[in-house]
């Protein structure tokens, strides 16, 4: 059966259902769109580019806003304390969650009136509404997968070369919808994982739209850490790219899930920024970090993704699919994240792959076969920059199996110098892209 998830009918028919007091929770969140995908129809995992929009209603009650400290001002306070005073000061609920090593601040659900207050205070340096993206797609027909990225020119050979290490001791940890850990592309390579999606007591995420808002922390539900299982096919997909034994580039890396997308492909940009957080304070090194995920402009995206780079591990980040620029686009536009765009079979900017000035690099997005996370054997085809994505992220595991030494700006400068130049077929209305395709493996290249 064909599920296509609709998020502004969808919010609009919930909405209908709660009543009054549960539509103020969904008040003001941004309309965003996910790095997205394609997949089949049968499976209710995702469908096609991605696109949320959410309804709003007119609504003074509290909205969960993600809260920056000026940290100029902290001096030796604890950042649990001061969020828990501040919040107090102004009368407000306890913060759902505090973030202390990508940047200081926390989240929370505030009034008009509470974040008025908030704006006024020195130690405040920002407060931005919480943001939802989720996913959705169509079928598509499977294809050509690792080939063209060991390729100096096309047509390919149907031989997939990678060095004998292929990222054996490299970490990558994916912040996604999780992992099926028993499906075979991942045999005996599945690290510690993280989950930061609250699914309530239904256990559901897709039946309350993204735990609006903080609602099941304050009824004192909270995320079960370890639960960060695929229950969506999104996440399942992106890890079988980076490092599936078939399907995958490091065949040899361990794969971390970190679940920030839930059942329904939703999540919050709250929850993303934890997920960061978590990686940032406890990552296995040598890592790198796959974000097949994005939204419109959000500064405090882009400093925890900067800050990630800053704790010495290299962020792979999604263009995006909107066949628009990339700098409007976060964390697309982190000046230390790798950004990469998408190109087909035939050497093609994908029609849908965001582009411009803050895109570092393409690699293979369109029509892309990995894991499903439906079985422990099957398969999906899905396009979107979130399919290019861990081919990077997967050839950056390449480098650091080679030399574990390297830190996260001597990768992007290997990704860059080995890419193959000149050979993409850019769309016409790409300005500034460079013409740089992913060549994961340079000493075995084919001419």
């Known amino acids: 059966m064909r599920f296509d998830f609709d998020t502004r009918s ?7 259902h709660l009543g009054s007091g549960s539509r103020l929770l969904l008040a003001g969140l941004a309309a965003v769109s996910l790095a997205a995908c394609s997949e089949s129809p049968s499976s209710p995992e995702i469908t096609g580019e991605t696109t949320a929009v959410v309804d709003t209603v007119q609504d003074i009650g509290p909205q969960p806003y993600v809260v920056r400290l000026n940290e100029s001002l902290l001096g030796l306070q604890l950042v649990s304390n001061v969020v828990d005073s501040t919040l107090a000061l102004i009368g407000a609920e306890a913060a759902f969650l505090k973030y202390d090593t990508v940047f200081k601040g926390f989240a929370a659900r505030l009034t008009e009136q509470q974040v ?13 509404p919480d943001t939802l993206v989720s996913i959705s797609g169509t079928q598509t027909s499977p294809t050509y997968g690792l080939d063209r990225i060991d390729e ?9 070369s990678y060095p004998d290490s292929a990222g054996a001791g490299v970490h990558v940890y994916v912040l996604d919808s999780g992992i099926n850990p028993d499906h075979v592309e991942f045999s005996g390579r599945v690290g510690t994982g993280r989950n930061f999606i609250n699914d ?19 009824l004192g539900y909270q995320p079960d850490p370890d639960a960060w299982q695929d229950c969506n096919g999104h996440g399942t997909h992106v890890s079988g790219t980076a490092v599936g034994t078939t399907y995958g580039v490091a065949k040899h890396a361990t794969v971390h899930p970190i679940r920030v997308l839930g059942c329904a492909g939703t999540g919050a940009f709250s929850g993303i920024i934890a997920g960061m957080e978590w990686v940032a304070e406890n990552a296995e ?36 699919n909107d066949n628009a620029d990339a700098c409007g686009h976060s964390p697309a536009a982190a000046v230390n994240a790798v950004t990469v765009g998408s190109t087909d079979a ?22 892309v076969v990995s894991a499903s996370y439906s079985n422990t054997t099957g398969t999906s085809t899905l396009s979107g920059t979130s399919m290019a994505t861990p081919h990077v992220a997967g050839a950056a595991a390449l480098i650091l199996g080679e030399t574990p030494s390297l ?41």
């Open 10 to 16: 969808y919010t609009g028919n919930l909405l209908g």
């Open 152 to 160: 100096l020119s096309l047509p390919m050979d149907g031989v997939f």
């Open 346 to 367: 035939a050497d093609n900017e994908s029609s849908f792959s965001n582009h411009g000035t803050c895109v570092d690099i393409f690699a293979p997005g369109t029509d």
């Open 116 to 128: 008025a207050a908030l704006e006024q205070l020195p130690i405040i340096a920002s407060v931005r």
């Open 407 to 447: 830190s996260p700006a001597d990768v992007t400068a290997a990704l860059i110098s080995n890419a193959t130049s000149g050979t993409i077929a850019l769309s016409p209305a790409t300005a500034g892209s460079p013409n740089l395709l992913l060549n994961a493996f340079p000493e075995g290249a084919k001419q």
């Open 285 to 320: 090194r040598p890592a790198v970090v796959n974000m097949s995920l994005g939204a419109g402009s959000n500064p405090d995206i882009d400093a925890a993704t900067n800050a990630l780079f800053a704790a010495g591990i290299l962020p792979l980040v999604a263009a995006g």
């Open 200 to 218: 309530g007591p239904i256990g559901i995420d897709s039946l309350i739209v993204l735990n609006l808002g903080g609602i099941w922390e304050v």
